[in-house]
């Protein structure tokens, strides 16, 4: 008779043959009874029409997944299999998971655009405008690549006129997405009129932090117009929704940002031709209306009414010629009056010894004015003394 081993054994060897044996599973199914754990585990079973098999992504390898898992999904795992000795479960450890029939990042970039668009980041009352003159713009990219050089060449053709601070920031890899953002809310605490968040082309895999959920948020909550310039033409990031502007790539950016100094040359002397163009039809009007008064007056002129007519431009010239010396007299008392306002303050001749200037009730009097028990202030440029008045004596 053999002799009887333990659970414990059991589920030993269990474990071990089922460990060894699936050490690389490929496997499709609906997802079901998802739970994304606050320590950043994800389980979750996965099921067709006949059977059930729990499923455990810890959090190192979570972190790595791009989508995110949905009830009813269908997906593709790449894992192993293992078993929890105490209970004697088996479950399938996923090291890798795939949308069936989708890629993650297509799934991903979809399942956010539609989580923003209900939450009104994609809203246009939510855009901001952009300035018409921008002084200055931000440019928050990769101080090295080829887009920055771009730009510059773009913006000194097209306005030399702004100043463009570059941010270096990463725009390429896993920690990206934490540079944009913290490039993005650094500039908005600068004096800055527009923020263009730019980088070249690339594959979706190189763009991918223009798609990530921080990123779009940190866009959202600028103060400041954000052009979203990233990619080629083709190339459609989460980031271009969100921003008030989207531009095809990095230089279209700077095009959208700046006016076109040689279209405002162009208008400029197209106003001064305007103007001079009904300056000459002012003038040729105004001659024809002289000639014809003219000729008017010839054919109904009298002396009488040459005279009265003579006499009234004299009238005129005399009155203008009153008019303009009133207002020069006037202004002239005015200028007299300062000037002996400040003759008769000139600190200078208030430090004459044995001078003080005399004030009462704030009004400069003079001393002739002073009466018994007035309460007066002698002030010199260097000294303010009150007293009041006991007794007078006239001479």
């Given at each position: 008779?053999n002799s009887?081993i333990?659970?414990?054994t059991?589920?030993?060897?269990i474990?071990?043959l089922?460990?060894?044996?699936?050490?690389?599973v490929?496997?499709?199914?609906?997802?079901?009874?998802?739970?994304?754990?606050?320590?950043?585990?994800i389980?979750?079973?996965?099921?067709?029409?006949?059977s059930t098999?729990?499923?455990?992504?810890?959090?190192?390898?979570?972190k790595?997944?791009?989508?995110?898992?949905e009830?009813?999904q269908?997906?593709?795992?790449?894992?192993?299999?293992?078993?929890?000795t105490?209970?004697?479960?088996y479950?399938?450890?996923?090291?890798?998971?795939?949308?069936?029939?989708?890629g993650?990042l297509?799934l991903?970039?979809?399942?956010?655009?539609?989580?923003?668009q209900?939450?009104?980041?994609?809203?246009?009352?939510?855009?901001?405008?952009?300035?018409k003159?921008?002084?200055?713009?931000?440019?928050?990219?990769?101080?090295t690549g080829?887009?920055?050089?771009?730009?510059?060449?773009?913006?000194?053709?097209?306005w030399?006129?702004?100043?463009l601070l570059?941010?270096?920031?990463?725009?390429?890899?896993e920690?990206?997405?934490?540079?944009?953002?913290?490039?993005?809310?650094?500039?908005?605490?600068?004096?800055?009129?527009?923020?263009?968040?730019?980088?070249?082309?690339?594959?979706?895999?190189?763009?991918?932090?223009?798609?990530?959920?921080i990123v779009?948020?940190?866009i959202?909550?600028s103060?400041?117009?954000?052009?979203s310039?990233v990619?080629?033409?083709?190339?459609?990031?989460?980031?271009d929704?969100?921003?008030d502007?989207?531009a095809?790539?990095?230089s279209?950016?700077?095009?959208?940002?700046?006016?076109?100094?040689?279209?405002?040359?162009?208008?400029?002397?197209?106003?001064?031709?305007?103007?001079?163009?009904r300056?000459?039809?002012i003038?040729?009007?105004?001659?024809?209306?002289?000639?014809?008064?003219?000729?008017l007056f010839e054919?109904?002129?009298i002396?009488s009414?040459?005279?009265?007519?003579?006499?009234?431009?004299n009238?005129?010239?005399q009155?203008?010629?009153n008019?303009?010396?009133?207002?020069i007299?006037?202004?002239?008392?005015?200028i007299?009056?300062?000037?002996?306002?400040?003759?008769?303050n000139?600190?200078?001749?208030?430090?004459?010894?044995?001078?003080?200037?005399?004030?009462?009730?704030?009004?400069?009097?003079?001393?002739?004015e002073?009466?018994i028990n007035?309460?007066?202030?002698l002030?010199?440029?260097?000294t303010i003394?009150s007293?009041?008045?006991?007794?007078?004596?006239?001479?």
């Amino acid at each position: 008779m053999n002799s009887a081993i333990s659970v414990s054994t059991l589920n030993t060897q269990i474990k071990s043959l089922l460990e060894t044996t699936f050490i690389n599973v490929y496997v499709e199914g609906e997802v079901s009874n998802l739970t994304y754990h606050n320590s950043g585990h994800i389980y979750f079973s996965i099921k067709d029409k006949n059977s059930t098999i729990s499923c455990v992504m810890f959090r190192g390898n979570a972190k790595y997944l791009k989508f995110q898992l949905e009830v009813g999904q269908k997906i593709v795992i790449t894992g192993t299999i293992t078993v929890y000795t105490p209970r004697g479960n088996y479950q399938l450890l996923c090291n890798k998971i795939e949308p069936s029939g989708q890629g993650a990042l297509a799934l991903a970039y979809e399942q956010l655009k539609k989580k923003l668009q209900e939450k009104g980041y994609f809203n246009s009352e939510y855009k901001k405008l952009l300035p018409k003159y921008p002084k200055k713009i931000a440019l928050v990219t990769s101080p090295t690549g080829a887009a920055i050089e771009d730009m510059k060449k773009v913006a000194n053709h097209r306005w030399p006129l702004v100043e463009l601070l570059i941010v270096p920031t990463l725009v390429q890899g896993e920690d990206a997405k934490f540079d944009i953002v913290n490039s993005v809310k650094y500039v908005n605490t600068l004096n800055v009129d527009l923020i263009i968040v730019a980088r070249g082309g690339g594959s979706i895999e190189d763009l991918w932090a223009f798609n990530e959920e921080i990123v779009a948020t940190a866009i959202f909550e600028s103060q400041k117009p954000i052009i979203s310039a990233v990619g080629h033409e083709v190339d459609f990031l989460i980031s271009d929704f969100v921003a008030d502007v989207r531009a095809a790539t990095p230089s279209n950016a700077i095009e959208i940002a700046l006016p076109d100094i040689n279209e405002h040359r162009q208008y400029l002397d197209t106003l001064n031709i305007d103007f001079q163009n009904r300056l000459k039809n002012i003038l040729i009007h105004k001659d024809s209306d002289l000639k014809n008064i003219f000729k008017l007056f010839e054919q109904n002129s009298i002396d009488s009414k040459f005279n009265f007519i003579n006499e009234q431009i004299n009238i005129l010239k005399q009155s203008y010629k009153n008019y303009f010396n009133q207002i020069i007299n006037t202004n002239q008392n005015r200028i007299n009056i300062l000037k002996d306002s400040f003759e008769s303050n000139n600190p200078n001749k208030k430090e004459k010894s044995g001078y003080a200037q005399i004030s009462l009730n704030n009004k400069i009097i003079d001393l002739e004015e002073v009466e018994i028990n007035d309460n007066i202030t002698l002030q010199s440029p260097k000294t303010i003394v009150s007293c009041i008045i006991n007794n007078i004596k006239k001479q």
